[in-house]
């Protein structure tokens, strides 16, 4: 019965199920226990944050006209509410499905021994704790109007007429109707999501860094060339929705500087390029902490494999290079060359371990996909006719 409890306790490890937003889910019906009910979240929160935008607009007339930045030209607010939000909302039933296989296989490949599982489940415990924290959501909220109020109007919010805002000669702004919605209510909304998913990256990495700290059976033969760890790097998969909703997030924001404010798109260069070194630092950061884990078991490995490839390859000498010419077999169909062969094989898997548990492959599709949602700014700077007219003049 106790082993059944422990071996249930690591499915039931969750970044996502907890907390006061995922219980006012559950109140009001947007959410079942597993994380049901996607869409309906996603249409709801997303329409709570854009729809009385358009509504107030047309109402003040700003939606098409009658300002320099009319709401329906607002590509920032559009991208942002209706296309990066719903990523960042749909990303909690991929984290929460991928990630709980990610720390089961702890267990099931043994790198928890017995005699360190409950330092395991107080682990995972104190992570399930933490993610409930009300006093952590309660904060992400007193820095959202703050902080994030100020940071937004500073750093985000266009410095010209818009359907939300006037630009004041004291560097203040005077809201529209539509603007205090925006302000006050859509704005938080996004960055409150987008905050609790750093708060749950902060539970992961915490997660991580704790179990890097046991004694962890690791074994540098294991072929996927991480002693057993390999499994780690399906965290950057889980993670990928969270990254590419920055990232589209980021092409809405250059959008709009480009097409309201006279900006270009190498105006940009630094911080496209900033966006995708921390992106990618940000998944794989955690996974540093078993490098030393990896790189003991690495070297464990190559002096104890190392032993035992001299006493062979002494042995095989021996028997086939320094015994008399006349006492010498064929080496034809013998089992001692096969046996060198494997001998050679498992030490270059231990030489080849790699110190963190993603590839470089891994890495390159990650910034593949999280930059896809940039690559049509290009167009801004290339007419599209003339990419076709390349195009055809290609291939013709």
């Known amino acids: 019965m106790q082993h059944d409890q422990n071996n249930q306790k690591e499915f039931d490890f969750s970044l996502v199920l907890g907390g006061p937003l995922y219980q006012l889910y559950r109140r ?12 309906r979240r996603i249409i709801v929160i997303c329409l709570l944050a854009w729809l009385p935008l358009l509504a107030l607009t047309l109402i003040e007339g700003t939606a098409l ?54 330092k395991f489940d107080a682990i995972i415990d104190s992570s399930m704790r933490l993610r409930n924290s009300v006093t952590a959501e309660v904060l992400l ?11 937004w109007t500073q750093f985000v919010a266009l410095h010209v007429a818009t359907w939300y805002a006037t630009p004041l000669s004291n560097n203040q702004v005077q809201f529209t109707l539509a603007g205090f919605w925006y302000a006050f209510v859509s704005v938080p909304i996004y960055q409150f999501i987008l905050l609790r998913w750093y708060f749950r990256l902060f539970v992961w990495y915490r997660f991580l860094w704790q ?52 900006a270009t798109l190498p105006d940009f260069k630094f911080e496209i390029a900033a966006m995708l070194i921390l992106l990618c630092a ?21 002096r104890g ?5 001299s006493q062979y390859v002494d042995h095989f000498y021996l028997k086939w290079i320094g015994t008399p010419h006349y006492e010498k077999k064929s080496l ?14 498992s030490f270059n898997v231990v030489r080849e371990t790699y110190l963190i548990p993603v590839g470089w492959n891994q890495l390159i599709r990650l910034i593949i996909v999280i930059i896809c949602p940039l690559l049509p700014l290009v167009f801004t700077m290339i007419p599209l006719e003339q990419i076709i007219e390349r195009l055809v003049k290609t291939l013709l």
């Open 211 to 262: 179990v890097s700290r046991l004694p962890l059976n690791l074994n540098a033969l294991h072929p996927d060339h991480n002693a057993g760890l390999g499994f780690l790097s399906q965290s950057v998969y889980a993670f990928t929705p969270v990254l590419l909703a920055h990232t589209i997030l980021l092409s809405g924001l250059i959008a709009n500087r480009i097409w309201h404010a006279n």
């Open 282 to 302: 940000l998944i794989i950061l955690p996974l540093s902490f078993f490098i030393v884990r990896i790189l003991n078991a690495k070297l464990d490995g190559l």
């Open 332 to 345: 034809i169909g013998s089992p001692d060359i096969q046996s060198l062969a494997d001998l050679s094989h």
């Open 305 to 309: 494999y190392g032993a035992v490839a």
């Open 141 to 151: 909220l007193i820095l959202i109007f703050t902080l994030g109020h100020w940071i």
């Open 65 to 118: 006209g009658g300002i320099r930045v009319p709401f329906l030209f607002d590509l920032d607010t559009h991208i942002r509410f209706l296309l990066s939000l719903a990523l960042l909302i749909a990303a909690e039933l991929v984290v929460h499905q991928r990630i709980r296989i990610v720390v089961a296989q702890f267990i099931e490949r043994d790198i928890i021994t017995p005699e360190n599982r409950k």
């Open 28 to 39: 009001t019906r947007l959410v079942r226990p597993a994380l049901e009910l996607l869409k």
